[in-house]
């Protein structure tokens, strides 16, 4: 062999044990790449509960859904939030049967109507799953217990919040998130009842907004076109205050037209802040939740649980805030 052969040898090999070398270690690398550490221990969970709110982004169910999944990691429980898209009975009906169907240990959801609600919460009672109804009651029904605010005396406080905010004739115009849920309709009826023996305050019309911001914006301008007596509006569930907060300034009437709504999302806070929503009516959506996670698993477990938990319920205005958007307690959380 030439002198040049054994060199062009050599640097062949050279070659060919660094690109070796090389394809080695990083083919190990990329095999290895994904490959966790330790064998991931697979989450075991003491019970499967389903929550199905009325409507699945909404921001008062999204802090319902909050506190359902803190309760649930303190329990040991896999909760499933699943539900209508946008305020649907049908489809509301249809979540609840197939978690019916999939055999859960235990459904957490509204009482909407008594005659729609009642009978499938006791279909799925009698068939050996508990239910817990959350933020409306099925009260007739055979529902295990009931966490909510009690809806006839938050109407109640807004009617008469209304009559100590205000002075001289007063004419007002309500929005209801429904006119076929039961706690929309104890929430006017309180409110109805409470104002009754006022001579000054009139109820001039009450409308529906279906739980859509759209719609109750819509009945907001309305009620100002057809009804431009009304100087006063009642929101009934957590979307409509807003809603007509923001007509009502459109029209530039904030400084004429007294607002009352309910419950203490942000945007809401931000209105009674800035003076266009006098008051609202503080529920407790975060415990709502949590206590209904909670007296699930110990009702599982055979600890007696009482069949009505109101959570707190009052109103509140500028004065007293800050106010944490989560519990109703300490702004900011
Ligand atoms: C009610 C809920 C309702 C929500 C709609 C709340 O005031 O308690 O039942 O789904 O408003 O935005």
Known sequence: MSRLSIIAYSVCGLFFSVSLAFSLFYGYKVITHDLPKEKKTVETYNYHFVLVPEELDNEYWKLVEKGAKDAAKKYGVFLEYTGPKQANIDDHVKTIEMSAASKVDGIMTQGLSDEQFTPLINRIVASGI?????????????????????NYYSGYLAGKALI????????????????????????????????????????????????????????????????????????????????????????????????????????????????????????????????????????????????????????LRKADLPVSTQSGKAEGN
Do not use: C, W
Request: aromatic fraction near 8%.
């Open 130 to 150: 508990p239910v817990v109804t959350v933020d409306t009651d099925a009260a007739n029904s055979r529902r295990l217990t009931y966490i909510g605010t009690d």
């Open 164 to 315: 100590a905010d205000t002075f001289g004739e007063i004419n007002v115009a309500i929005i209801t998130g429904s006119f076929y849920a039961n706690h929309m309709q104890q929430r006017v009826k309180g409110f109805e009842n409470a104002v009754k023996s006022e001579k000054r305050i009139n109820i001039i019309t009450v409308q529906e907004s279906e739980i859509s911001r759209v719609k109750a914006a819509e009945k907001a301008n309305q009620i100002l076109q057809e009804h431009p007596e009304v100087n006063a509006f009642f929101g009934t569930s957590a979307l409509d205050g807003i809603e007509i907060a923001h007509v009502v300034t459109k029209f530039h009437k904030q400084h004429q037209i007294y607002i009352i709504g309910f419950d203490t999302l942000p945007e809401t806070l931000n209105f009674i802040r800035e003076g266009t929503i006098t008051a609202t009516v503080v529920q407790e959506p975060y415990q709502m939740g949590y206590e209904a996670v909670k007296m699930m698993v110990d009702h599982i477990q055979g600890k007696k649980v009482p069949p009505i938990v109101h959570t707190e319920t009052r109103i």
